[in-house]
């Protein structure tokens, strides 16, 4: 009988061996499940960040290309009666082309809308070329402005922005 629960006694140690074998392996194995799905998680925010700071460098990249320049006479804006408008000479002093239809100006620091505003390129192209001049006609609101001090802000695209403060 001794004999008999040794070995009974033998067998149940053996098997306490091998759960606590088994246990150790579905927990490895959990382990690594986890430490996949994390490395997955994380890889797809690296390659975010890493496509995101790209499109930024381009775009930062583009706007040190880039450079307008106001070649007006700050004291004789010429003024067109008829149409209620200021004309503005702005150049393009980067070395990058710009599209006019996307060039945003402010007078004041009021918006001038689009049909506010006729724009057109001294050469009569269509891309504002490096060395272009482009020629804007605008009414600001108020129009006629009130004699005294102004500015006027020209911005690309890509942000980029040239200014001129002037007299009426």
């Known amino acids: ?14 098997c306490q061996k091998a759960e606590t074998a088994i246990t150790h392996m579905i927990f490895f194995i959990t382990a ?17 960040i890493v496509s995101s700071s790209s499109v930024n460098s381009k775009l930062i990249a583009q706007q040190m290309r880039t450079d307008i320049t106001i070649v007006n006479d700050p004291l004789m804006i010429p003024y067109d009666n008829s149409g209620n408008s200021y004309a503005f000479y702005a150049k393009n002093t980067g070395r990058t082309e710009l599209a006019p239809e996307f060039i945003t100006v402010l007078v004041d ?11 057109e390129i001294l050469d ?27 500015r006027i802000l020209v911005a690309a695209e890509n942000g980029k922005s040239g200014s001129m403060s002037f007299k009426v």
């Open 1 to 14: 009988m001794k004999n008999k629960h040794t070995s009974t006694r033998r067998l149940f140690f053996r």
């Open 32 to 48: 690594i499940i986890l430490a996949m799905g994390a490395i997955t998680v994380l890889s797809a925010d690296v390659q975010s």
């Open 109 to 119: 620091g009021i918006l001038v809308e689009p049909a506010n505003m006729d724009v």
């Open 124 to 150: 009569g192209d269509v891309m504002w070329r490096p060395g272009d001049i482009l020629v804007l006609h605008v009414t600001p609101s108020p129009s006629p402005l009130e004699s005294g001090d102004h």
